[in-house]
């Protein structure tokens, strides 16, 4: 994976300048994140960080909690359930989700400027968007 540990670096000087706490288990959740490199449920997670079952509620904790500090990005399922995706800072991204595999890839189109400029001219402050496409990808599309 390129720049992983680059990423690592930024996302925790993200953690260092927010109020969270660092704890181990927060640092082990953040280095897997790092090292999967693709978008992920949180019961993956949880198992790749080596975490007891009994954790999942940790893990979603701390799921928000990165989210909240802008290092973290929640992708919807079609169904029900959520990926999520470590980001550079305050980045986001689209995604292609494959609705059997949940493979995803990144979609390369924003219109986060086209928005926003639309949302000031309606008065519309805080204003954040959504758009993920869902489909069969090769593996699952037969
Ligand atoms: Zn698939
Ligand atoms: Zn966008």
Redesign the pocket.
Known sequence: MKNGKDLLHRVRQCVEASPLRMTRKRERLLETLVSVDRPIPAAELRDRAGLPAGDLVTVYRTLEAFEGIGILQRIPLEDSGHLFELTEPNDHHHHFV??????TERLDLCLADNLSKQARKLGFTQVTHLMEVYG?????RE
């Open positions: 494959c609705r059997e595999c949940h493979k069969l990808c090769p593996d699952c």
